[in-house]
């Protein structure tokens, strides 16, 4: 096992782990094993969120939506994992998939670790539940968006949303 961690090979750290933590290990073996795979995961996690990033650069939706998955997969509390959440919520609204968005971007926009992803969070939260037709709850969103971020570079996009929900009703 510790062959695999001096030589890199992070998913077989990982995969192999439940079978040495049933070893009688020291408190020292067993946290270095323990920090080990956890640097394992923390790196996946990081190198699939880039690639997701690459594929959604591309316009590929559907492989980035797969490897932000993968990112979050590998760790969901990671210092990316706010960002990697928000994209993935990107892709699966290109992919018309809004329903699973909108709980990400829900739980993003009421408490994400990195405040420069909650108002983004927000605003797309409110475009989701207009791409449903949910047009009260869009528009509830987008006043709470107005109110807690009015020096938002996305505010006039969030007051002209609004304003077009306003003239539907």
Same mark, same amino acid.
């Given at each position: 096992f510790y062959e695999l961690i001096r030589t890199g090979r992070r998913s077989e750290v990982i995969e192999g782990f439940a079978k040495v933590r049933e070893l009688p290990?020291?408190?020292?073996?067993?946290?270095?094993?323990?920090?080990?795979?956890?640097?394992?995961r923390s790196e996946l996690s990081v190198e699939a969120y880039q690639i997701g990033l690459e594929h959604a650069r591309a316009g590929r939706a559907g492989e980035a939506a797969t490897a932000l998955e993968q990112a979050l997969k590998f760790s969901?509390?990671?210092?990316?994992?706010?960002?990697a959440k928000l994209e993935l919520a990107r892709m699966l609204r290109r992919l018309s998939r809004q329903k699973e968005a909108i709980p990400i971007l829900s739980?993003?926009?009421?408490?994400? !670790?990195?405040?420069?992803?909650?108002? +983004? @969070?927000?605003?797309? %939260? &409110?475009?989701?539940?207009?791409?449903?037709?949910?047009?009260?709850?869009?528009?509830?969103?987008?006043?709470?968006?107005?109110?807690?971020? !009015?020096?938002?570079?996305?505010?006039? +996009? @969030?007051?002209?949303? %609004? &304003?077009?929900?306003?003239?539907?009703?």
């Open positions: 290990l020291s408190r020292a073996e067993l946290a270095m094993f323990t920090d080990a795979v956890e640097q394992a969901s509390d990671g210092a990316h994992a706010p960002s739980q993003l926009s009421e408490s994400s !670790p990195n405040p420069e992803v909650t108002d +983004d @969070a927000t605003l797309l %939260l &409110a475009e989701c539940l207009i791409d449903i037709q949910a047009y009260n709850d869009a528009k509830a969103t987008l006043r709470t968006f107005i109110r807690r971020f !009015p020096k938002s570079p996305l505010i006039n +996009d @969030a007051r002209m949303a %609004l &304003a077009d929900l306003n003239l539907k009703k």
